[in-house]
C-alpha cells in the first residue's frame, strides 16, 4: 500500500462512519486517500471530519468551479491507483452498471479506467432484489471487483442477512490484491487472454484403509487464488484440486482429486499449459500397501506399523519434460526453516522456473491463514514480498508471470530475429544457424 493513491468514493448509507477507520488505516499503511462523497453521503459523516483524516480537500460537487479548475473529475481517476466505492448504496450499484454521470461520483467512475472496487452495504431486502442481484452480475462482467456484503445483523434492529458492509481489514486486503496495487498494473484484465493455465491446490489424501489417511494442514486458500487471480486476468485456468473446504472458483475448471498419484494423473490430462503453478502441499509419501477394510484395534496385539513408500514428483515431472513442457513452471516450497536455502535447493533439483517460498512454521499461521509473506526465488536472485492477504500474493504472482511470460516471448522472437540477422551477414554458415 505504501505510496499507493486510492480514491475513496463514499456513498450515502449508514456503513459510511466505516470509511473513517479504513482511511486512517491506509494512511497508516502509507497510502494517499482522496475522497469523492456523494450528496446522501454528507447526510451521514461530514466531509470535515474526512478531510481531517485524508489531510486533503473532499470532492463532492462536479459542478464546483474551483475543484474543477484544480483537479478535475477526469484526474481525480487518472490519479489513482485504483478506486473503491464504500459503502456501494444501491443506487450507486444500479448508475453505474447503467453507466449514468449526473454527479461527481458517477462522472468519476463513467470516466475511469483503473481498476474499480465496490463494498455493498445496504437492508438485506435490498441487496437481495433482483434489480440490483442484476446490476452486480452486469458489473462483474464488466470487470468490476466486489468485496462483502457480509452476513449479520443490520443497524435497522431485527433485520439480518447478507448486506453489511465488509469490515476494514477486508477492505484493505481487497485493496491489495487490485491490479494496479498490487502489482505493476500491467497485468491487467486481458494480459493472460488466450493462455492456459494449470495450477494445483490445496493437500493430498494418502489413504491408509478405508476410513484413515494421512493428509496436512494446507487449506487450498493461496492456490484458489492464484486460479481466481489468472481467471481475472483472462487465463483459461485449470484449477486441480485436493480435498478442500472452499467452493470452485467461478469461471474455473476445477478438477477433484485426492491423492498424489490422481493429482499427477491429473496435471498430465490437463497438459499442455502456456504456464503450470504447483501450489498443492503434495503429501511427499504414501502408504505402501492399503488395506480393503477398516484396520482393527484387536486386544493386546501391537500396534500396526505403516510402511511409506515416496509420491511421485509432479514439479520434476512436469519441469523435465522434454516435449509440452509449459513456458513457465513454477513450484511451491513450504518450509519452517532455512526458507530461502531450501527454496534454492529444490529451484535446482526440480529444474522448474520459479520457486515461491513461505515459512510455514505454526506462529506464522499461514497454513490455513488468510496471510502470506513469500519469496520468489529465481535462477536470476530472489524478491522478498512483505507480508499480505494470499489474494494480493496472488494478483501480485500472476501479474509477475504475465510479464515474465510477455518477456520469454520477447526472448524468443530476439534469439529469433538475431539469428535470421546473422544468417544474413554470413551466408555461408546459414546451413549451420538453426532456427528456434
Ligand atoms: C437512514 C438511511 C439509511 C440508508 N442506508 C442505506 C444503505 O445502507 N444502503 C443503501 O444502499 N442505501 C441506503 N439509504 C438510501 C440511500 O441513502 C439513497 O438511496 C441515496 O439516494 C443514495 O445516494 P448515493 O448512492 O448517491 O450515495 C439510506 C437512507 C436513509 C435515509
Not at 249 to 265: I, L, N, Q, R, Y
Not at 371 to 387: A, C, F, K, M, Y
Not at 407 to 424: H, I, M, P, V
Request: glycine share 8%; net charge positive.
Amino acid at each position: 500500500m505504501k505510496n499507493k493513491r486510492i480514491l475513496l468514493i463514499i456513498g450515502g448509507g449508514i456503513a459510511a462512519y466505516k470509511c473513517l477507520d479504513l482511511i486512517r488505516r491506509l494512511r497508516e499503511f502509507g497510502a494517499g486517500v482522496r475522497v469523492v462523497m456523494t450528496r446522501a453521503a454528507q447526510e451521514f459523516i461530514t466531509p470535515l471530519s474526512v478531510s481531517a483524516l485524508t489531510n486533503e480537500r473532499v470532492f463532492t460537487d462536479l459542478f464546483d468551479l474551483d475543484d474543477e479548475r484544480e483537479i478535475g473529475h477526469i484526474r481525480l481517476s487518472r490519479e489513482a491507483d485504483a478506486i473503491i466505492v464504500a459503502p456501494a448504496t444501491a443506487d450507486l450499484i444500479a448508475k453505474i452498471a447503467g453507466g449514468h454521470a449526473n454527479d461527481l461520483a458517477t462522472s468519476v467512475l463513467l470516466a475511469s479506467d483503473k481498476a474499480l472496487l465496490l463494498a455493498p452495504a445496504m437492508n438485506p431486502r435490498m441487496w437481495l432484489n433482483p434489480a440490483t442481484q442484476r446490476n452486480v452480475c452486469q458489473l462483474e462482467a464488466d470487470g468490476v471487483r466486489f468485496v462483502g456484503p457480509e452476513e449479520g445483523e443490520m443497524a435497522e434492529r431485527g433485520e439480518a442477512g447478507p448486506g453489511r458492509m465488509a469490515e476494514t481489514s477486508e477492505l484493505i486486503s481487497a485493496l491489495e490484491a487490485m491490479p494496479g496495487i498490487a502489482g505493476s498494473g500491467k497485468a491487467l484484465l486481458g494480459s493472460l487472454s488466450g493462455k492456459h493455465v494449470v495450477i494445483t491446490s490445496g493437500p493430498t489424501h494418502e489413504p491408509i484403509d478405508p476410513v484413515r489417511y494421512i493428509a496436512n494442514r494446507s487449506s487450498g486458500k493461496q492456490g484458489h487464488a492464484i486460479a481466481i487471480a489468472a481467471q481475472r486476468a483472462g487465463a483459461k485456468v485449470t484449477l486441480i484440486s485436493g480435498p478442500v473446504d472452499l467452493p470452485d472458483p467461478s469461471g474455473v475448471d476445477t478438477w477433484h482429486v485426492e491423492t498424489a498419484t490422481e493429482m499427477k494423473d491429473a496435471v498430465a490430462g490437463a497438459l499442455p499449459a502456456d504456464i503450470a503453478v504447483f501450489c498443492a502441499a503434495v503429501a511427499d509419501w504414501k502408504v505402501a500397501e492399503q488395506v480393503g477394510q477398516k484396520i482393527k484395534k484387536a486386544k493386546g496385539a501391537p500396534s500396526p506399523t505403516l510402511k511409506l513408500v515416496t509420491n511421485p514428483d509432479i514439479l520434476k515431472t512436469v519441469a523435465s519434460l522434454k516435449s509440452g513442457r509449459p513456458k513457465l513452471v513454477v513450484g511451491f516450497a513450504a518450509e519452517t526453516e532455512k526458507v530461502i536455502d531450501h527454496a534454492r535447493a529444490k529451484l535446482a533439483s526440480k529444474g522448474c522456473d520459479l520457486i515461491v517460498a513461505n515459512d510455514v512454521s505454526a506462529a506464522t499461521g499461514v497454513m490455513g491463514g488468510d496471510r502470506n509473506s513469500v519469496h520468489l526465488v529465481t535462477h536470476d536472485g530472489e524478491i522478498s514480498w512483505p507480508e499480505m492477504s494470499k489474494d494480493a500474493v496472488a494478483a501480485k504472482l500472476i501479474d509477475e508471470l504475465a510479464l515474465r511470460l510477455g518477456d520469454s516471448k520477447l526472448a524468443e522472437s530476439t534469439k529469433k530475429k538475431r539469428g535470421q540477422r546473422r544468417a544474413r551477414a554470413k551466408p555461408k554458415k546459414t546451413k549451420k544457424v538453426r532456427k528456434t
